[in-house]
T-cell receptor, first 116, second 116 residues
Framework: AQTVTQSQPEMSVQEAETVTLSCTYDTSESDYYLFWYKQPPSRQMILVIRQEAYKQQNATENRFSVNFQKAAKSFSLKISDSQLGDAAMYFCAYRSAKGGSEKLVFGKGTKLTVNP | KAGVTQTPRYLIKTRGQQVTLSCSPISGHRSVSWYQQTPGQGLQFLFEYFSETQRNKGNFPGRFSGRQFSNSRSEMNVSTLELGDSALYLC???????????????FGPGTRLLVL
């Protein structure tokens, strides 16, 4: 079974600074998807960024980018120019590309605090 | 386009009762997944429905069940409630379907269930 590990329960960053959230995963599959979701205090889970395992190029979405290291099974999220609105729980998630299932396997999350 | 909606948003029940939660996916989305979120266990996959058929199921007891209707709306039911069932129940929808495994899941705001 696949597992996702987020080793940093909490992180903090100064406004306008850069922060990196870590995620590692364990799988025997070669084709899969990886996601970072953000859950603000309002509780609505929002997709931040996604990465297809077959793509070597790291995904980027505005101030958010990932460092995908397939061999190391590592998928970190970098937030540049942090803003107060970035404060939230961040979850790393894995989804298999086999079988047609949409099932997501989540890590325990990292609580990000942004200090003004 | 309206997002994923879940009703009710908050619910208080007592042990032994049963509860039904509802999820309306984004218009046109055919896949609905359910997750349980607790502080201790994090986000855990409950089940997934596509075209009224359960496509995948997580490791939850038989007290947890669900179904999907022809309009893609989904309900989940928990019978004989236990204190440990207190959680945020999240629903997610996606377009899914043959050849569409790359679709992103969009989450609803969740239903907060408290079992006393």
């Amino acid at each position: 079974a696949q597992t996702v590990t987020q080793s940093q329960p909490e992180m903090s960053v100064q406004e306008a600074e850069t922060v990196t959230l870590s995620c590692t995963y364990d799988t025997s599959e070669s084709d899969y998807y990886l996601f970072w979701y953000k859950q603000p205090p309002s509780r609505q889970m929002i997709l931040v960024i996604r990465q297809e395992a077959y793509k070597q190029q790291n995904a980027t979405e505005n101030r958010f980018s990932v460092n995908f290291q397939k061999a190391a099974k590592s998928f970190s999220l970098k937030i540049s120019d942090s803003q107060l609105g970035d404060a939230a729980m961040y979850f790393c998630a894995y989804r298999s590309a086999k079988g047609g299932s949409e099932k997501l396997v989540f890590g325990k999350g990292t609580k990000l605090t942004v200090n003004p | 386009k309206a997002g994923v909606t879940q009703t009710p948003r908050y619910l208080i029940k007592t042990r032994g009762q049963q509860v039904t939660l509802s999820c309306s996916p984004i218009s046109g989305h055919r896949s609905v997944s359910w997750y349980q979120q607790t502080p201790g266990q994090g986000l855990q996959f409950l089940f997934e429905y596509f075209s009224e058929t359960q496509r995948n199921k997580g490791n939850f007891p038989g007290r947890f069940s669900g179904r999907q209707f022809s309009n893609s709306r989904s309900e989940m039911n928990v019978s004989t409630l236990e204190l440990g069932d207190s959680a945020l129940y999240l629903c997610a929808s996606s377009l899914s379907g043959p050849g569409r495994q790359q679709e992103t899941q969009y989450f609803g705001p969740g239903t907060r269930l408290l079992v006393l």
